[in-house]
């Protein structure tokens, strides 16, 4: 059974920074490529980044030069790294994976395993 949970939301002030985390378990975590997505009040998901088996990563324009995605496949854990946050970054922020590499969860349909989010707001 897949199981992804997301830590390390909560409030920051704008400018700041702050790492989220995000543990899998149930399945071969180290073949897989891992995405972080967003979605903010009242909009649709947003792909943030995605890190692949090698470690290559993708990310979306807002992302890049800010946000950096990494893991740990020794600790089965996926990162983001986000700074110089801004409040249009207030979101709920969700990893996921198609358990399979090469596969980028752009959308929901694109991948079976989400977790359950973690809330950033960004406000002074």
């Known amino acids: 059974q897949v199981q992804l949970v997301e830590s390390g939301g909560g409030l920051v002030q704008p400018g700041g920074s702050l790492r989220l985390s995000c543990a899998a378990s149930?399945?071969?975590?180290?073949?897989?490529?891992m995405t972080w997505a967003r979605q903010a009040p009242g909009k649709g998901l947003e792909w943030v980044s995605t890190?692949?088996?090698?470690?290559?990563?993708l990310s979306a324009d807002f992302a890049n030069g800010r946000f950096t995605i990494s893991r740990d496949n020794d600790k089965n854990t996926v990162y983001l790294d986000m700074y110089f946050v801004a409040p249009e970054d207030t979101a709920v922020y969700y990893c996921?994976?198609?358990?399979?590499?090469?596969?980028?969860?752009?959308?929901?349909?694109?991948?079976?395993?989400w977790g359950q989010g973690t809330q950033v707001t960004v406000s002074s």
């Open positions: 996921a994976t198609a358990a399979v590499n090469l596969k980028s969860c752009r959308t929901r349909a694109d991948c079976r395993h």
């Open positions: 149930g399945f071969f975590f180290s073949d897989a490529a």
């Open positions: 890190i692949f088996r090698d470690g290559t990563s």
